[in-house]
């Protein structure tokens, strides 16, 4: 069956840190990738995507992605984390050719002083 | 304000009564995508419209569940008979043409639905 997994319900890390949230999909193609991110109150909103080409996607807020096929995974990244980036955040796949969007279950990022 | 607007931004109701929402998107969109959302989980695809005419409908949608675009502009869903498992956040969206399921969707802020 198609799915997205996103592994981490939650991930806490310190303000200035890393950050890396995974995502993985089972489909028979390489889909449509997204990562989207949804704060407190607001609606979701696009961080990147990926269809083909370079698979280091650079995004809006300093987000990036890597899409590797081999591993059906597409990771989003981010090198130093500020307080404002806690959110939910969603990866998401859309069939080429479709319209129907698979969101995986989010992955909530707590951050600390 | 030109994002995707929903009204009302939140429903509560009693069982087995009926419900509408209504999204307005971005104006210049002609496709606009209805999802749900319930605690914990990430929105679920429930129907797309590419202008008034709905080309995909997921199974997750009984037929107590309904949605138009009648003028190929707002729209409308609508929930009769309402159960309690229908609590959820209901999201509307909205993209401009170009790519097929590649364009970027503007989310609305939701109508959260309560049924009693």
């Known amino acids: 069956a198609q799915s997205v997994t996103q592994p981490d319900i939650h991930i806490t890390v310190s303000e200035g840190a890393s950050l890396e949230l995974r995502c993985n999909y089972s489909?028979?193609?390489?889909?449509?990738l997204f990562w989207y991110v949804q704060s407190p109150g607001q609606g979701l909103q696009l961080l990147l995507k990926?269809?083909?080409?370079?698979?280091l996607v650079q995004g809006i807020k300093g987000f990036e992605a890597e899409f590797k096929r081999s591993q059906s995974s597409f990771n989003l990244r981010k090198p130093s984390v500020h307080w404002s980036d806690a959110a939910e955040y969603f990866c998401?796949?859309?069939?080429?050719?479709?319209?129907?969007?698979?969101f995986g279950a989010g992955t909530r990022l707590f951050v600390k002083a | 304000d030109t994002g995707v607007s929903q009204d009302p931004r939140h429903k509560i109701t009693k069982r087995g009564q009926n419900v509408t929402f209504r999204c307005d998107p971005i104006?210049?969109?002609?496709?606009l995508y209805w999802y749900r959302q319930t605690l914990g989980q990430g929105p679920e695809f429930l129907t797309y419209?590419?202008?008034?005419?709905?080309?995909?409908k997921s199974r997750l949608l009984s037929d107590r569940f309904s949605a138009e675009r009648p003028k190929g502009s707002f729209s409308t869903l609508e929930i009769q008979r309402t159960e309690q498992g229908d609590s959820a956040m209901y999201l509307c969206?909205?993209?401009?043409?170009?790519?097929?399921?590649?364009?970027?969707?503007?989310f609305g802020p939701g109508t959260r639905l309560t049924v009693l």
């Open positions: 990926y269809f083909s080409g370079d698979t």
């Open positions: 969206a909205s993209s401009p043409n170009g790519l097929a399921g590649y364009n970027e969707q503007f």
């Open positions: 998401a796949v859309v069939l080429t050719g479709g319209f129907k969007t698979i």
């Open positions: 489909y028979g193609a390489t889909p449509y």
């Open positions: 104006s210049e969109h002609n496709r």
């Open positions: 419209f590419q202008n008034e005419a709905q080309l995909e």
